[in-house]
């Protein structure tokens, strides 16, 4: 089964840094890996999404990097603001099973003004 | 409507109750999902649709648990005889047909069986 580890857990910055989320898979037969953001009491947001053929996605101050074949990715954010308070999920979806999305159990992100 | 609404956002339940947990994916999408996420966890799948169809019940913990859309829009989750290991956020998640679109989650039900 596919397992999917976060690091760190926890994570708090002063306002203006630049940091790094990090995720990996056991399995490197995935379709794709989305990151998403989830706020207190609330669903989930999705951030990103690279497919398995592409090394990374920006958007705004948010990159994702994937590197498959190590099963690694990383969600870059630049220039932390208090309002990216939150969680951090990232989640793979199978390569054949299109089913199934497993799931980190994600980064909390507390960013000081 | 605009995104996934779920109802009711919280549900307090007896242990032994029934509960059913209701879902309106964004109009067109033919897939849904349910999760159940454990404070401090990721979600974990419990079923998934396409359409009307219920492909994938996997991930359903026991026979308490049912999950149906009939007409291909709206699912219900009913979980039969509550127990406290119950307890937590049932989420819903739909995805348009393209494969390489992105999950669109609910704000889900924080269920509480007491």
């Known amino acids: 089964k596919q397992e999917v580890t976060q690091i760190p857990a926890a994570l708090s910055v002063p306002e203006g840094e630049n940091l790094v989320l990090n995720c990996s898979f056991t399995d490197s037969a995935i379709y794709n890996l989305q990151w998403f953001r989830q706020d207190p009491g609330k669903g989930l947001t999705s951030l990103l999404l690279i497919q398995s053929s592409q090394r990374e996605q920006t958007s705004g101050r948010l990159n994702a990097s994937l590197d498959k074949s190590s099963g690694r990715s990383t969600l870059y954010i630049a220039a932390s603001q208090p309002g990216d308070s939150a969680t951090y999920l990232c989640?793979?979806?199978?390569?054949?099973?299109?089913?199934?999305?497993?799931f980190g159990s994600g980064t909390k992100l507390n960013v000081k003004p | 409507g605009a995104g996934v609404s779920q109802s009711p956002r919280y549900k307090v339940a007896k242990r032994g109750q029934d509960v059913a947990l209701r879902c309106d994916p964004i109009s067109g999408h033919v897939s849904l999902f349910w999760y159940q996420q454990a404070l401090g966890q990721g979600p974990e799948f419990l079923t998934y649709f396409q359409n009307e169809a219920q492909l994938d019940k996997s991930g359903l913990p026991s026979d308490r648990f049912f999950a149906e859309r009939p007409e291909g829009s709206v699912s219900t989750l009913k979980i039969q005889r509550t127990q406290q290991e119950d307890s937590a956020v049932y989420l819903c998640a739909s995805q348009d047909p393209r494969r390489n679109s992105p999950l669109h989650f609910g704000n889900g039900t924080r269920l509480t069986v007491t």
């Open positions: 989640a793979v979806r199978h390569e054949y099973n299109f089913n199934k999305f497993y």
